[in-house]
């Protein structure tokens, strides 16, 4: 699995397709949301999940945003974050910085957190005409109230236009020191719908202590 990941990662980022320049932040005055819901066989502690993203652009070097996530009866996290770039606007690999604080909890026993992370990502589009964008970010975690921090790294490729349906696929893993690697693959479907909005349906393939599988229903809204 290691091996697979490493590779999906490396293929991102250096993939020949032509690039398009893509701004990492929101333009200034658009917000994006997205709400999504796994349903998962095989882990008890993990069988729901619910998440909240949004992010405004407040122009063309900040966005603000706001994450959270909750496992009915186990586990939960919310924070607020800012991202900033790190690269010029027109150059072809895109950088950028985000740094989060907030809260988790564990079974209802809420401790501070933070997260700092390193995002790439870069546009292109295929002989076919279709465009689309690959994405990676490496970020730590420190959860306080647990003893290690979480490194993660995950990546993302997905194509956005022409076509009102088209395909995504998602890797996530996590590291904590001393323990077996935690990963989860996640291909789908991106579905346009009226008044900017895109459904995001897929299956996931997790480790994290117990193989799961799940479907991952997702609504993107864009203002």
């Known amino acids: 699995m290691r091996c697979l990941v490493c590779f999906t990662v490396l293929w991102f980022l250096l993939c020949p397709f032509p690039a398009i320049a893509g701004a990492w932040l929101r333009q200034k005055g658009e917000t994006f949301v997205s709400l999504t819901a796994i349903t998962r066989h095989g882990d ?5 999940e619910i998440s909240l993203y ?33 690269s010029r606007p027109g150059a072809r690999l895109k950088f950028a910085t985000e740094a989060a604080v907030g809260g988790h909890h564990w079974q209802g026993t809420w401790h501070p957190m933070y997260r700092l992370t390193l995002s790439a990502g870069r546009g292109f ?5 279709a465009w689309g964008w690959m994405a990676v970010d490496l970020s730590r975690e420190r959860r306080f109230g647990d003893a290690l921090p979480i490194h993660k790294l995950d990546a993302t490729l997905g194509l956005s236009a022409p076509a009102r349906i088209r395909p995504i696929l998602q890797v996530e893993t996590a590291h904590i020191a001393g323990q077996p690697l935690l990963w989860a693959v996640i291909p789908g479907l991106l579905i ?22 799940g479907l991952k229903i997702g609504l993107w809204q864009r203002f």
């Open 192 to 213: 346009d719908a009226p008044n900017r909005r895109t459904w995001h349906i897929g299956l996931e393939r997790k480790s994290a202590g117990h193989q799961t599988l």
């Open 44 to 48: 008890p502690l993990a069988a729901r």
């Open 54 to 86: 949004a992010d405004h652009g407040l122009g063309p070097g900040l966005s603000l945003g706001l994450d959270l996530n909750q496992r009915p009866g186990s586990s939960g996290h919310a924070t607020l974050f800012a991202r900033l770039p790190l």
């Open 125 to 129: 589009s295929t002989r076919s005409g």
